[in-house]
C-alpha cells in the first residue's frame, strides 16, 4: 500500500508525557528524532522528546526491524536505520494516509467517523426501502379488507 512515512499511525512515544503523539516530520524524513533545547542551571543541552516510531496499530515491530532495544539511545546509525525502516514499501492493510498535525488517535477517529457514517447511510437507506414496502402493504391491505367489507355487505 505504502510506506510507515506517509502513514497517519507512525506514532512516536513522548519521554515526559509517555502520550502517542504525531511523529515529527524530521523523523519521518531523516529518521531523526525531535530534541529541544534544555537549560540546567549554566548549561544548555538538547533533550530527545520522542522514543523511535512505533506502529500504532501494531501492524510491524519497527523497533526489532531496526534492533532498537534501548529506547534513549541515539546516534546516527540509528537514524539511519529508522529512516530505512519506515521509507520501506510495505503491504499493510492498516495503513492510512498521513494528514499533517493530526495524532495517531485522531487518524483512528477520522477512520472510526468515516465508517460509522457509512454504516448510517446503509441504514437510512435501509430503512427508506422498508418504509416503502409498509406503506404498500398498508394500501394493499386497506383495499383487500375493503373489497372484502364489500363483498360480506353484498352476501347479507
Not at 515491530?61 to 534501548?70: K, M, R, S
Request: glycine share 6%; with cysteine.
Amino acid at each position: 500500500m505504502g510506506n510507515c512515512v506517509d502513514c497517519g499511525f507512525l506514532a512516536s512515544r513522548n519521554f515526559i508525557s509517555r502520550q502517542l503523539e504525531e511523529t515529527e516530520k524530521v523523523t519521518r524524513e531523516k529518521g531523526k528524532r525531535a530534541d529541544y533545547l534544555r537549560n540546567s542551571g549554566d548549561q544548555a543541552f538538547y533533550q530527545m522528546v520522542h522514543e523511535p516510531p512505533i506502529c500504532l496499530k501494531q501492524a510491524f515491530n519497527l523497533w526489532d526491524e531496526a534492533g532498537i532495544t534501548n529506547p534513549s539511545s541515539d546516534g546516527s546509525e540509528i537514524e539511519q536505520m529508522i529512516a530505512s525502516i519506515i521509507n520501506s514499501d510495505r503491504q499493510c492493510k492498516e495503513w492510512t494516509l498521513w494528514k499533517q498535525g493530526l495524532s495517531p488517535k485522531e487518524h483512528q477517529d477520522v477512520l472510526d467517523r468515516e465508517e460509522r457514517n457509512r454504516f448510517e447511510e446503509a441504514k437510512r437507506r435501509n430503512d427508506r426501502k422498508w418504509h416503502w414496502i409498509e406503506l404498500a402493504a398498508i394500501v394493499f391491505g386497506t383495499g383487500l379488507f375493503t373489497l372484502l367489507g364489500a363483498w360480506i355487505a353484498r352476501l347479507n
